[in-house]
């Protein structure tokens, strides 16, 4: 106790003020999947960091798609059928030849897709992140050099929760360098009338449609 008080006493005389080392970050990526999914989070974040560096992207732009798809459950199956972590369409998974009820290989699957989404946009488009993350939500045949309105949502979610975990795990805000399609430099490209639910509705039909008949193609060579 006197110990603590000549520390204080030396303080105030001297004017010195210490400063105890703080983290980097907040917290781990394994972490803040926890509070999601706490049975898998450190074998989600283990494969979000391995597959991540197998492809060349950013772990937690990848972790970022994750929660937005699925919140890191690789139970969640969504009105179309898309399965897993990252939400991977039945004829998807069969193109990637992964089985989306393992984790890892839904995960890695994901990451991959995501990669051929962004290897398929011009290295050079400023904005190509927004296409990318637009083909892996709505198809890369619904992407025809711009981002359809029904998207931006989508990429929204995603740019918000990146800069979230960059500033909680990394330390450091995003920012996300990626401009959204209404700063985009011809907003006219993007700017148009947001498809009605019945609309929605029908192209997930057709892409359902689609999926199936592809499953029964494989099926037929097989």
Known sequence: MKLKMKIRTLLLVTGIVFTMPVASHAMTLS???????????????????????????DPLFMASVFYVESNFHNSAVSSAGARGIAQLMPGTADYLNVDPSDPYQNIEGGTRYMKEMLDGQNPNNPYRYNLALASYNAGPGNVNGYAPSYTWDYIESIRKE???LKTIIDGTPGPWTVPMPDEEPKPS??????????????????????ERRLQKQKENIT
């Open 189 to 210: 490209v993007y700017h148009r009338k947001r498809p009605t639910k019945r609309e929605r509705l029908a192209r997930a039909i057709i892409q359902l449609r689609k």
């Open 162 to 164: 990146y800069d979230k």
């Open 31 to 57: 972490e803040y999947i926890a509070q999601y999914n706490p049975t898998q989070a450190e074998e989600i974040a283990g494969a979000i960091y391995q597959t991540s560096a197998q492809y060349g992207i």
